[in-house]
């Protein structure tokens, strides 16, 4: 399985775009996901982005749902964005609950789920990066 970071870019810019109009609400949490996922694991991550206002696996809604789903919105972009990239090669879907991902994640061999985890890194970090591109956009008062 191969992964072009142009496919991570265009995945990530398209979905965090979606919540420019309120990246005041979610800029915040999305630094910390890479030091999440490094400290408490893949699994853990998963329950945070799939909280229970979060249900359904999509991406919250950045711009009228609630304080959770405004502030965990670039978690469900992680979410969604390894979903797609990796979901049909190791069988995770983005609407899994937490239950059901962890026990396919813990189905899967030592390979695949530090293939999971470095993935979902590099994710992390291509999310910080659009997410202070569309930052500097909206500073600059230049369309998205």
């Not at 970071?5 to 965090?16: A, H």
């Not at 919105?73 to 983005?94: D, M």
Request: aromatic share 10%; proline share 1%.
């Amino acid at each position: 399985m191969s992964v072009t970071s142009y496919e991570l870019d265009r995945e990530v810019f398209t979905l965090l775009n979606k919540g420019a109009n309120s990246l005041g609400d979610w800029q915040g949490a999305a630094s910390g996901i890479s030091d999440y996922v490094a400290s408490w694991g893949v699994e853990r991550f998963w329950a945070m982005s799939r909280s229970s206002v979060l249900l359904g696996g999509g991406v919250p809604n950045a711009a009228g749902g609630s304080d959770e789903q405004r502030r965990y919105f670039a978690w469900g972009v992680a979410r969604v964005v390894l979903c797609k990239i990796v979901g049909s090669h190791l069988n995770i879907k983005a609407e899994m609950t937490t239950e059901q991902f962890q026990e396919r994640f813990r189905s899967l061999n030592f390979n695949q789920q530090v293939l999971l985890t470095d993935l979902l890194i590099e994710i992390s970090d291509t999310i910080q990066f659009w997410t202070m591109r569309i930052k500097d956009a909206k500073d600059s008062k230049l369309p998205v």
